[in-house]
């Protein structure tokens, strides 16, 4: 019995002002009748259809603006498709973000509440999940005080504790597990693998695509809107692999979302003339340019830059507060870190960006991002196959004894 | 397959339906939204609830010393603090919760981009929530009668039903303009104007017995005439003036249905363009 049957599902969405605004618009565009508008319009999905077996457990994985968080919109019925359809049998619960329906001066104890009704628990299943709820989430201790005096960690904690207890038939889950401490996402890591285990069908948007191959069985690829591979996780995960190198050095952050305090929404290694690329020539300076978007500044979170080896080894790690590099100010900014020519060998890497506070809460981690490779491009040990991470100037001394 | 719910989800049916079903299936959802609502009302006001209080009497002391002085108006047994106070709390409940609930989407967006449920509940519940402040506003008329010495006669019981038609009307147009402010943010300026009109043309401050005959008729479509009227007529066993609380039913039923139509023509896009 297929669970979930997608059908040719398209939608359309207009770019910039196709419907008026204001009333003013309204009478401009009248008095404009027969313009054509429809140059400004962009198909977020395009014909795609797909099935969904009964406790299958499906990864949706693509590139920022191939249509995954639509995708899941019109399955949670947020919005509805252009044209096709869809059928699902069985209650659905979407997580597509952390902390729906909380509200910044209601308790924990009442966000509970208001939460699990607001993703579709009933107020007896709720209550019968309670005590479960607030031990996953372990913040008893502040379980009466209102959510705005809580600190990122215990909101998300929170936010995730109430949405790990939803039991529906299909569970649709968007990206939630970018957040936490390294702890608790391991737990809600732990929490989803339980949840695939108990039979019950999800769907799972992730870009982190190693806990995507430890849970989903099956993946979907969508690429400018339209399903690209279905199958195998892992045939699925080598073909968006293939698909992310096309665009060198390039990292964008799939599901940002603006109403974070600060996050990092793209990452690009550029070459000493500023061209985004992901080979580097082995004596060139190089740099990892970082797009963030800042609408408030929490004291003490610093940003750490960490080049990774072949093995995600750190070769080396550098962080700077965040406050030392933008003030006070917020916004979007670029950060530019520049490393050196002549001092990272020839060899493949990868970057980690973090957002992160020196308690050892981590707001956000993109690891391993931007493959790229440093070139030999003529050094005296061009002939040699292991140059190791890094090649510094060194000096030979000789003295006759 | 029993048991299983089904969902098809379609594009953009050309009709309009209304899924009872659905509604009753989130009528928790409706409840806990209220509540949110109630709560936050009053957080982080140094008085709280007293401002439930303050408002009305504040304003009726206002009225009672410009209209008591000023312009006599004939309220005939009926002092004119208690006439007055019987429809400010009508109107500061049908005022508040259309304001309140014609921000719903504008200030959940989060709810509404990320989550699934029968979107009319979100104005509903705001305009619910006022029902909190009704009930204790009920509680000072009750006080204000009982010092006035007001002779309750058998018709009081008759009151109910026109609280349940402002109920039904400012729901109405709390879902209305909810649904239009998504798209039209002009509400947020035209709102509070046309609601001090509607004040002015209702007989909120004076006795609905002052509009002269011939137009009283024309008056009763104005939906609030026919429940201002009978609210009174019930707490004050004056003779009620069926005609015009049977036109001004039947706008409230006509305002109704519109603002129904209105929002569900308009919800499908809700999530794209709020």
């Known amino acids: ?401 | 397959m029993q048991g299983i719910e089904i969902t098809k989800i379609k594009p953009s049916g050309s009709w309009i339906h209304l899924d009872i079903r659905e509604l009753l299936r989130h009528r928790e959802l409706l409840y806990f939204l209220t509540l949110r609502d109630v709560k936050i009302r009053y957080k982080q006001t140094a008085i709280g609830v007293a401002w439930a209080v303050l408002q009305p009497v504040l304003t009726v002391a206002i009225f009672t010393v410009i209209f008591s002085r000023f312009a006599q108006f004939d309220t005939g047994k009926i002092p004119y603090p208690l006439l007055a106070l019987s429809g400010l709390i009508i109107w500061l409940f049908v005022h508040n919760a259309i304001s309140m609930a014609s921000t719903s989407f504008v200030s959940n967006t989060n709810l509404v981009t990320k989550v699934y449920f029968p979107r009319i509940i979100l104005p509903a519940s705001a305009a619910l929530a006022g029902l909190v402040d009704l009930a204790i506003s009920l509680v000072i008329l009750a006080l204000f009668a009982i010092y006035y010495r007001t002779i309750v006669t058998w018709q009081v019981a008759l009151a109910p039903i026109f609280l349940i038609m402002a109920i039904v009307l400012t729901i109405s147009f709390g879902t209305l303009f909810s649904a239009l402010n998504v798209r039209f943010r002009d509400v947020k300026f035209a709102l509070p104007f046309m609601l001090q009109v509607w004040m002015i043309a209702s007989p909120v401050f004076y006795p609905a017995s002052i509009l002269s005959e011939k137009w009283q008729l024309v008056f009763a479509i104005n939906p609030l005439t026919g429940i201002l009227d009978g609210f009174r007529s019930s707490l004050f066993g004056v003779a009620f003036d069926w005609q015009v609380i049977g036109i001004s039913l039947v706008s409230t039923v006509v305002v109704a249905l519109f603002s129904l139509f209105v929002f569900k023509w308009m919800e499908d896009d809700f999530a794209d363009i709020v």
């Open chain 1, 1 to 401: 019995m297929k669970t979930i049957q997608v059908e040719n599902i398209s939608k359309r969405y207009y770019l910039g002002d196709r419907l008026p605004n204001s009333v003013r618009d309204l009478i401009v565009r009248l008095l404009h009748v027969g313009r054509k508008v429809d140059k400004n319009e962009l198909w977020a999905l395009r014909d795609v259809s797909f099935d969904v077996a009964e406790g299958e457990t499906l990864g949706i994985i693509g590139r920022n603006g191939a249509g995954k968080s639509t995708l899941l919109k019109i399955l949670s019925r947020i919005t509805k498709p252009t044209n096709g359809g869809a059928t699902i049998r069985g209650r659905v619960g979407s997580l597509l973000e952390v902390g729906t329906g909380f509200h910044s001066e209601l308790t924990g104890r009442e966000n509970i509440y208001m939460s699990g009704a607001i993703l579709g628990m009933h107020r007896a299943e709720i209550e019968r999940k309670f005590d479960a709820i607030v031990a996953f989430s372990e913040i008893e201790q502040f379980l009466d005080t209102p959510v705005k005096h809580y600190s990122t960690g215990m909101y998300t904690r929170l936010a995730f504790s109430v949405a790990a207890h939803l039991e529906p038939e299909i569970l649709i889950v968007d990206e939630v597990l970018a957040v936490g401490d390294t702890g608790f996402q391991n737990k809600c890591l732990g929490k989803m693998d339980e949840v695939s285990r108990s039979g019950r069908t999800v769907l799972f948007v992730s870009h982190n695509l190693g806990s995507l191959s430890q849970i989903c069985k099956t993946g979907l690829l969508l690429h400018h809107g339209e399903v690209h591979s279905h199958g195998l996780i892992q045939d699925v995960v080598s073909d968006y692999l293939k698909l992310a190198s096309e665009q060198p050095g390039h990292f964008t952050l799939a599901a940002s979302d603006d109403s974070r305090e600060m996050q990092i929404s793209e990452v690009v290694i550029t070459d000493h003339k500023g061209r985004a690329t992901n080979e580097i020539s082995y004596d060139e300076e190089f740099f990892v340019s970082l797009k963030i978007n800042i609408n408030h500044i929490q004291r003490g979170a610093m940003f750490c830059v960490a080049l990774l080896n072949k093995y995600k080894r750190r070769v080396f790690t550098e962080h700077r507060a965040i406050e030392e590099l933008v003030g006070n100010k917020t916004g979007q900014f670029r950060v530019k870190f520049r490393v050196p020519g002549d001092f990272v060998a020839p060899n493949n890497y990868s970057f980690l960006v973090q957002i992160f506070f020196p308690d050892g809460e981590v707001l956000q981690e993109l690891g391993d991002i931007c493959p790229f490779i440093v070139v030999d491009t003529g050094s005296n040990l061009a002939s040699y196959k292991d140059y190791g991470y890094v090649q510094i100037k060194g000096e030979w001394h000789v003295v006759r004894e």
